[in-house]
């Protein structure tokens, strides 16, 4: 068949033509990083110095609100603005079968030639740091890759969006008249995580009463709150996403630079945390160990528990052959 | 293999699409759902890409392997789709395509590098089996370059 080798570069051409921009070497290198394989590390280690560039954006919301819908319209906008962009639209794994169903393109479609306009699907999947630590590196990824701004969808469900909120610059909280889940997410806490309201679906009956609720959350926040703007969009007319537009950008200058760099050290050593994790777990995974085989076993036969047998690796199999 | 501890590599990524002109999208969104129940991560669009979408696609995407669906005669644009991955480096991704598709037909979009063409009524561990299989292919021939 035809040429591969294009396909399959070693790491450090892969590094150097994903610092150019190329979208193969992103594409190649965001799976490296999904999946921790070997050359994860010597990309992630070589794409620190390039870091800095992208405004990252975060948009979240309950399933059915318009996210995709707004962030297709958002990204039009921002491509007028003389924009690159790359978009992370994170979707549920199903936690039975441990596939999914990626669909957020559907709704991009008006981008889907456009080289300026990287879009990357990813699943929840286990990711053991939990998804905000894969989710980091691939905005890293495309932040290096030259992208000037960032845009992360995922779905509103409580923890993993605030942990999400913790890696983007600005967070943008999409409702919508009509879900009956105005107010569950509230409950979950993720209007707390808002720089940025958004009602989309302005166009439905119900918009100006959804507005003036979120604006009485709002007010019940805390002082912080009283800059957040509340902005109502009809993603499928382009309404208002000026407006989101002005107002994601007015935030980010008065977040002065980036908030991402902006990280504590409690913040950096909770992320090595995960990356050990991640790193074990792979290990531990890939290993053909018969005496971790034999752990196993004697696990499934109810001789030992899961804690010590954890306890049991630890100590006589990773840390004698480290 | 059968008493290995070990758990299974990444799940496979499947493209699941339409190309050319036809709408009909409610095959391909069942055997979407299949391959999601078998544990793979399908990327799914809109009906009417441009050959150019599906190749921008699979490359952002990274996939192992597309399907496509066909009811009309949209399949007959499979031999560009092919040329068009190969040029863009992506020629280890597998194609599959599925709906309504004359026998003529299926045997040129073999010779055109189609890994397989499924009927109406093909069973779903036919599909679910292949296109594991072909993902595994595509992954070691990516990776042997
Ligand atoms: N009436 C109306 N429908 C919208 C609007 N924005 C999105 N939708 C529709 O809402 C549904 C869900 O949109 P989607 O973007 O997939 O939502 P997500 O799940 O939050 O990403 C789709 O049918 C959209 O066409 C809007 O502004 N007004
Ligand atoms: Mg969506």
């Not at chain 2, 050319?20 to 069942?30: E, V």
């Amino acid at each position: 068949m035809t040429d591969r080798s294009a396909a399959a570069p070693a790491s450090g051409k892969l590094l150097e033509r994903l610092l150019d921009g190329e979208p193969a070497a992103l594409a190649k290198a965001i799976t490296l990083v999904e999946n921790a394989g070997a050359q994860a590390a010597q990309v992630l280690a070589g794409i620190q110095s390039r870091l800095g560039h992208a405004l990252v954006i975060g948009v979240t919301g309950p399933p059915g609100a318009g996210k995709s819908t707004l962030v297709s319209a958002l990204v039009g906008e921002l491509r007028r603005r003389g924009k690159s962009l790359g978009i992370l639209a994170v979707d549920p794994s199903s936690p039975l079968s441990g596939g999914a169903i990626l669909g957020d393109r559907i709704r991009m479609a008006e981008h889907a030639c456009d080289p300026e306009v990287f879009v990357r699907s990813l699943a929840t999947r286990g990711h053991v740091g939990g998804l905000s630590s894969a989710a980091a590196r691939v905005v890293d990824l495309m932040d290096a890759a030259g992208k000037d701004v960032v845009i992360v969808e995922t779905v509103g469900a409580g923890q993993s969006d605030v942990e999400v909120a913790q890696l983007v610059d600005v967070t943008v909280v999409v409702c919508a008249p009509g879900l009956g889940d105005e107010i569950q997410a509230i409950k979950a806490g993720i209007l707390e995580i808002a720089d940025v309201l958004v009602v989309n679906k302005a166009d439905l009956p119900n918009a100006e009463r959804t507005m003036a609720q979120l604006e009485g959350m709002l007010s019940l926040r805390d002082p912080g709150a009283a800059g957040v703007p509340v902005i109502a969009t009809t993603a499928t007319e382009g309404r208002g996403v000026a407006e989101l537009s002005d107002a994601v950008e007015a935030r980010a200058e008065a977040l002065g630079g980036s908030v991402r760099a902006a990280r504590t050290l409690a913040q950096i050593r909770l992320q090595i945390a995960d990356s050990a994790a991640e790193l074990l777990r792979r290990r531990l995974n890939d290993s053909d160990d018969e005496g971790l085989h034999a752990l196993c076993r004697s696990v499934q036969r109810g001789e030992l528990d899961l804690e010590n047998a954890a306890r049991r690796y630890l100590s006589d199999y990773l840390v004698n052959k480290a | 293999m059968s008493d290995s501890t070990k758990s299974i590599s990444p799940p496979p990524r499947v493209l699941v699409t339409k190309i050319g002109l036809d709408g009909h999208d409610r095959g391909s969104r069942i055997v979407a759902a299949y391959l999601r129940d078998a544990g793979m991560e399908v990327i799914y669009t809109a009906p009417w890409q441009k050959i150019e979408a599906v190749v921008k696609l699979a490359v952002e995407e990274d996939v192992d392997v597309i399907g496509v669906s066909s009811l009309a005669t949209d399949h007959l644009l499979l031999p560009d789709l092919m040329a068009a991955l190969g040029e863009a480096g992506f020629g280890h991704v597998k194609v599959v395509a599925g709906g309504i598709i004359p026998d003529g037909d299926e045997a040129e979009l073999l010779r055109a590098g189609v890994s397989r063409v499924f009927h109406p009524g093909s069973p779903r561990e036919d599909i679910v089996a292949t296109v594991g299989d072909l993902a595994t292919q595509a992954r070691a021939a990516c990776a042997n370059g």
